[in-house]
């Protein structure tokens, strides 16, 4: 597996990801991965390495910036990062679009077959991505926040899977139904995968904070991960 990092630009804006792939002589599906709220850390590389031993192209990308990052336990530090950018949805649109250019770029990626996935506030991402009427052919919402921004959407164009955890006290069941009736009213082909007894972030094996909401579950984790297998095999 070839890893290497990668610099890019939103403007004046210097980011930094995360890409990993099998070498290959043939173009592949490129797999944008947006981080949780502590930036484009361990997490998010080792997701765009699944990503490559599916045969795909992994891009983990950077919403912080070159540099930036958040921390465990920190929440104090990792809302200063997200909050600006979960606030404006117009900068956030801006900064993932930015990773898609980037990402469709490298000489190795079949620009035609693109998805992102996200985790938590990746998920969020992920979708304004999906919102924003950007080219791609789905994009995956990990325990992700499913809430829209106050800008208007453009044609949803992607395919769209949320996966969520029943119990995830920052997505309650009344956001759940009003993002299916936003698909619906957009006329988007969606998923919503629901897992019982099951909080945020579980997916992370770190994530053991249940005052907070935060549990790792290792059997929701592989489920989702069938599903993420499942639906970028269907998409591409």
């Not at 939103?10 to 890409?19: C, F, Q, S």
């Not at 949320?162 to 619906?184: K, N, R, S, Y």
């Not at 992370?204 to 639906?231: C, I, M, W």
Request: aromatic share 8%; charged share 20%; with cysteine.
């Amino acid at each position: 597996m070839i890893t290497r990092y990668l610099d890019y630009h939103d403007g004046l804006t210097a980011l930094e990801a995360y890409v990993a792939y099998e070498e290959t002589n043939m173009q592949k599906p490129l797999v944008l991965v947006a981080h949780d709220w502590s930036g484009r850390r361990e997490f998010a590389c080792n997701a765009a390495e699944k990503i490559a031993s599916m045969g795909y192209i992994g891009f983990a990308l950077d919403m912080y910036g070159k540099g930036v990052f958040g921390a465990d336990g920190d929440t104090v530090l990792n809302s200063s990062l997200m909050n600006p950018l979960a606030e404006d949805r117009a900068a956030l649109r801006r900064r993932v679009r930015a990773a898609l250019v980037a990402g469709r770029n490298i000489p190795q990626v079949d620009a035609t077959k693109v998805a992102a996935i996200g985790y938590c506030f990746g998920g969020m991402c992920v979708l304004e991505l999906a919102r924003s009427g950007a080219e791609v052919l789905g994009v995956v919402s990990i325990h992700g926040i499913l809430a829209p921004g106050n800008i208007i959407n453009e044609t949803i164009t992607a395919k769209v899977l949320c996966l969520h955890g029943h119990e995830d006290p920052m997505v309650p069941p009344e956001q759940v139904l009003a993002f299916e009736a936003e698909m619906d009213e957009a006329e988007v082909d969606w998923q919503v995968h629901t897992y019982g007894q099951t909080m945020h972030a579980f997916t992370n094996p770190a994530a053991n904070n249940p005052d907070f909401g935060v549990v790792y579950s290792e059997v929701a984790e592989k489920r989702s991960y069938q599903s993420l297998v499942n639906f970028l095999d269907e998409i591409f």
